[in-house]
Protein backbone atom coordinates (compact mmCIF):
# COMPACT_ATOMS: atom_id res chain seq x y z
CA UNK A 1 0.00 0.00 0.00
CA UNK A 2 1.66 3.47 -1.03
CA UNK A 3 0.74 4.97 2.28
CA UNK A 4 3.04 2.33 4.26
CA UNK A 5 5.53 2.54 1.59
CA UNK A 6 5.72 6.58 1.73
CA UNK A 7 5.62 6.10 5.33
CA UNK A 8 8.57 4.46 5.73
CA UNK A 9 10.60 6.73 2.75
CA UNK A 10 9.98 9.11 4.98
CA UNK A 11 11.05 7.57 8.17
CA UNK A 12 14.16 6.70 5.94
CA UNK A 13 15.11 10.46 4.92
CA UNK A 14 14.24 11.50 8.45
CA UNK A 15 11.16 13.62 7.10
CA UNK A 16 9.83 12.70 10.63
CA UNK A 17 6.53 15.51 9.65
CA UNK A 18 5.67 13.96 6.74
CA UNK A 19 5.68 10.40 8.15
CA UNK A 20 3.61 12.17 11.14
CA UNK A 21 0.90 13.32 8.61
CA UNK A 22 0.42 10.64 7.35
CA UNK A 23 -1.47 9.31 10.94
CA UNK A 24 -5.07 10.50 11.42
CA UNK A 25 -5.72 13.35 13.36
CA UNK A 26 -6.61 11.56 16.09
CA UNK A 27 -3.64 10.04 16.77
CA UNK A 28 -1.89 13.43 15.96
CA UNK A 29 -4.33 14.96 18.92
CA UNK A 30 -3.33 11.97 21.28
CA UNK A 31 0.34 11.36 20.41
CA UNK A 32 3.19 14.79 20.20
CA UNK A 33 4.88 15.23 17.34
CA UNK A 34 7.96 15.08 19.21
CA UNK A 35 7.12 11.55 21.03
CA UNK A 36 6.41 10.48 17.83
CA UNK A 37 10.00 11.34 16.39
CA UNK A 38 12.01 10.86 19.39
CA UNK A 39 10.61 6.89 18.92
CA UNK A 40 13.27 7.08 15.57
CA UNK A 41 16.18 8.57 17.44
CA UNK A 42 18.26 5.20 17.08
CA UNK A 43 16.85 4.28 13.75
CA UNK A 44 19.32 4.26 10.50
CA UNK A 45 16.95 2.48 8.49
CA UNK A 46 14.47 0.62 7.48
CA UNK A 47 13.35 -2.39 5.00
CA UNK A 48 9.60 -3.22 4.82
CA UNK A 49 7.98 -6.05 3.17
CA UNK A 50 4.36 -5.60 2.93
CA UNK A 51 2.21 -8.31 2.13
CA UNK A 52 -1.08 -8.53 0.71
CA UNK A 53 -3.50 -6.29 2.13
CA UNK A 54 -7.05 -7.07 3.33
CA UNK A 55 -10.07 -4.87 2.56
CA UNK A 56 -12.22 -4.65 6.01
CA UNK A 57 -15.95 -4.35 5.65
CA UNK A 58 -15.94 -0.87 6.97
CA UNK A 59 -13.71 0.26 4.03
CA UNK A 60 -10.21 0.36 5.79
CA UNK A 61 -7.55 -2.08 4.82
CA UNK A 62 -5.14 -4.32 7.06
CA UNK A 63 -1.67 -4.37 5.56
CA UNK A 64 0.48 -7.17 7.08
CA UNK A 65 4.19 -6.52 6.93
CA UNK A 66 7.56 -7.49 8.02
CA UNK A 67 10.32 -4.70 9.57
CA UNK A 68 13.82 -5.21 9.57
CA UNK A 69 15.16 -2.21 11.04
CA UNK A 70 19.13 -1.37 11.73
CA UNK A 71 19.54 1.00 14.76
CA UNK A 72 21.97 2.86 16.47
CA UNK A 73 23.06 0.64 19.58
CA UNK A 74 24.28 2.53 22.98
CA UNK A 75 27.77 1.61 22.29
CA UNK A 76 27.99 3.32 19.02
CA UNK A 77 27.59 0.28 16.74
CA UNK A 78 24.98 -1.11 15.09
CA UNK A 79 21.43 -3.39 16.44
CA UNK A 80 19.05 -5.00 13.90
CA UNK A 81 15.57 -5.83 14.40
CA UNK A 82 12.99 -7.86 12.95
CA UNK A 83 9.11 -6.59 13.67
CA UNK A 84 5.78 -8.03 12.53
CA UNK A 85 2.07 -6.79 12.61
CA UNK A 86 0.23 -4.58 10.78
CA UNK A 87 -1.38 -1.44 10.39
CA UNK A 88 -5.16 -0.49 9.45
CA UNK A 89 -5.36 2.52 7.22
CA UNK A 90 -8.44 4.42 5.50
CA UNK A 91 -9.64 7.56 4.23
CA UNK A 92 -9.44 10.88 6.18
CA UNK A 93 -9.96 14.18 4.08
CA UNK A 94 -10.28 12.44 0.86
CA UNK A 95 -6.62 10.80 1.34
CA UNK A 96 -5.33 7.90 3.02
CA UNK A 97 -3.96 7.31 6.57
CA UNK A 98 -3.02 5.41 8.86
CA UNK A 99 -5.24 4.69 11.56
CA UNK A 100 -3.86 2.20 13.71
CA UNK A 101 -0.86 -0.33 14.19
CA UNK A 102 -0.03 -3.72 15.65
CA UNK A 103 3.73 -4.11 15.52
CA UNK A 104 5.67 -6.14 18.14
CA UNK A 105 9.98 -7.40 17.79
CA UNK A 106 9.90 -10.72 16.71
CA UNK A 107 13.92 -11.06 17.70
Given at each position: MTTI???YA???AKNYQAAYSLWVAAYQQSTSYQKFAS???TTQ????QVNAATA????TVKVPLTIHSVNTSSSGGTVQHT???YYTAGI???SWHLLSA???QTN
Open positions: TQYDINGFANDVVLLNGYQGEVDSIQ
